[in-house]
Structures are given as C-alpha cells and as structure tokens.
C-alpha cells in the first residue's frame, strides 16, 4: 500500500468508525434526544431508560439506528475527510492554524450531515409522542423522502446552523485538540508514540469536545424536532 493509499484509508474509515461507534452508542443518543427535549425536566436518565423499555421494549432503544448511521457517514466522514485531507497538503504547524482547519472541516460535515441529522432526531423523539403525533418513518431513506414531499427541501436543513455551529466546534475539540494534546505528550518525557498516549490524547479530546458542543446540541435538538414555524429562529428556541 503506498503512503497515499493509507492517507486515503485513514480519514475513509474515520467515517466508518464513526458508523460502528453510532451502532454501539445510539441508545444512550436516543435517550439524550429525550432528555434534550422535555420541557421539564421530569426524568433522570435512567428513569427514562426504564420508561422507554417498559413501555417500548428493549429494540425501541435503537429506533432510529438507520438515521444515525446516514448521519456518520456523510457528516463525519466529511469532516474527517477535509481535516486529514488538508492537513496533509498544508501541514499546518501551529495550534491556531489547526483550529481553523477543523472549524472548516466541520461546518462542511455538519451542512451536509444535516438532512440525517434530522431525520435521526425525529426518529428517536418518534417513540415518546402520542401514537397519533407520531412521524413513523420507516427508516431514514423513507424519512428523507417524506419530509421533502411533505414540508419541502428547506425543511430538511431545519436546524442547519445549529447543526453547522456544533459540528464546528465538535471537530475542533475532536481533531485540532487532538492532534495539539497528543504533540505536548509526544513533547514530554513521560510518553512515546504507544496506545496509552492516543487513548488519553482522544480521551482529553472528547472532553473538550462535549463541553464545547453540549449547548449548542441541546439547541440543535429542539429545533430539529419542532413543528414547521413553532421556533422563529435560534434566539426563540433559546428562550
């Protein structure tokens, strides 16, 4: 394999990475879109878990999995794709340069990743509604397909710039923190280039990345999830 075959691969599995880590993380995202949008806060965590098993079961924990996994692979893989992609090109050499780089690597994952995105969120909030309220997409293709046949192309990007402004910040914790992180380890005398140095620099990474994002996710969900017109914009969905 030459040297860039393997660049190649490196950011290509970067999207299915992020597919397989969606399979194995999608109950606790659903149960996050639940909590996200109450209007009160009624229910812990697990309390909500119980609630959606009990009265769902167990597979209602991966409505939506089918959203989840579009989502992946045309907004991370996007977004991956442009940071190893220029990175490589321009290696930029300062933490600045690096942040700026993931911030534009991600607002293009997060435009293009919205119309999944949506659907994802619809689909996972589907099953706490009334079953008269309920969307019932049957999975995310069929929901793409309904939303524009029913509320119109602009409809899918509902809840884009929330989407663009999360996914910004989530590649600047997740990739230009990473890579900064993992250099100041490399820097010192303390670590090499083993598994604990990549697993601490991803495990401080992710870190910043939800304390960065969490806000804009809660924003983000709400908006996704309304009806046509019941948000006039980001500071109503805020109030």
């Known amino acids: 394999m030459t040297h860039k075959e393997k660049r190649v691969a490196r950011w290509y599995f ?24 109450q209007q009160e806060a009624k229910l812990t965590l697990v309390k909500m878990a119980k609630n959606v098993v009990k009265t769902q079961g167990v ?11 579009l989502r992946q692979l045309t907004y991370s893989t996007t977004r991956f794709g442009i ?11 300062t933490f600045a340069s690096k942040v700026a780089l993931a911030a534009g690597a991600g607002a293009c994952g997060g435009f293009i990743g919205t119309p999944g995105d949506m659907v994802n969120v619809r689909m996972q909030n589907d099953i706490k ?75 401080c990474a992710g870190i910043c990345a939800i304390a960065l994002t969490l806000p804009i996710d809660v924003v983000k969900t709400r908006m996704m999830n309304s009806k046509p017109g019941e948000f006039r914009g980001v500071i109503d969905c805020i109030r």
């Open 59 to 69: 597979l209602a924990l991966y409505n939506g999995l089918s959203a989840s996994l």
């Open 83 to 93: 940071y190893e992609a220029v990175k490589q090109k321009y290696q930029p050499d």
């Open 14 to 37: 970067g999207g299915l990475s992020s597919a397989f880590a969606a399979c194995c993380t999608h109950p606790l995202d659903l149960l996050k879109v639940h909590l996200q949008t």
């Open 129 to 203: 509604l009334p079953k008269e309220k309920r969307r019932n997409y049957k999975h995310a293709l069929d929901g793409l397909v309904r939303v524009y046949q029913e509320e119109g192309v602009r409809r899918l990007f509902s809840g884009a710039s929330t989407a663009t402004s999360r996914a910004i910040f989530m590649t600047i914790g997740q990739l230009s923190f990473y890579d900064q992180i993992k250099l100041l380890l490399l820097k010192s005398d303390y670590f090499g280039d083993t598994l604990t140095t990549h697993f601490l620099s991803s495990l």
